[in-house]
Nanobody, 128 residues
Framework: VKVVESGGGSVQAGGSLRLSCTQSGFATRTQSWAWFRQPSGKERECVATLVHNSKDTQTTYADSVKGRFTISKDNDKNTVYLEMTDLQPDDTAMYLC????????????????????WGEGTQVTVSS
């Protein structure tokens, strides 16, 4: 299984970016995805999660990004996106994508230890 993120970069406050996370090597209808971020010298925190099967989709957001970030999935490409708008300097971090087979509850989906596979991350830098 391989997980690869892309789309990071440097923007000014108020700007937007779209991150992508693609999983390959494991075909399954039920998947759990998450975007975490880790500012330099700080702990990793969950930003958004998306859990889906053939019928339902469950999304969760950290309070700090609600209304600004949107997580979505392209099933044909097996790719999850994180659309980030109104970016602020506090959003500066390495953004990492986690993936696992199967359904995670809302509470479980927020825990990094639940994900078996991770990408290497993509850096987002927001200047004031």
């Amino acid at each position: 299984v391989k997980v690869v993120e892309s789309g990071g970069g440097s923007v000014q406050a108020g700007g937007s970016l779209r991150l992508s996370c693609t999983q390959s090597g494991f075909a399954t209808r039920t998947q759990s995805w998450a975007w975490f971020r880790q500012p330099s010298g700080k702990e990793r925190e969950c930003v958004a999660t998306l859990v889906h099967n053939s019928k339902d989709t469950q999304t969760t957001y950290a309070d700090s990004v609600k209304g600004r970030f949107t997580i979505s999935k392209d099933n044909d490409k097996n790719t999850v996106y994180l659309e980030m708008t109104d970016l602020q300097p506090d959003d500066t971090a390495m953004y990492l994508c986690g993936w696992r087979n199967g359904w995670l509850t809302v509470a479980a989906s927020l825990e990094a230890k639940r994900y078996n596979y991770w990408g290497e991350g993509t850096q987002v830098t927001v200047s004031s």
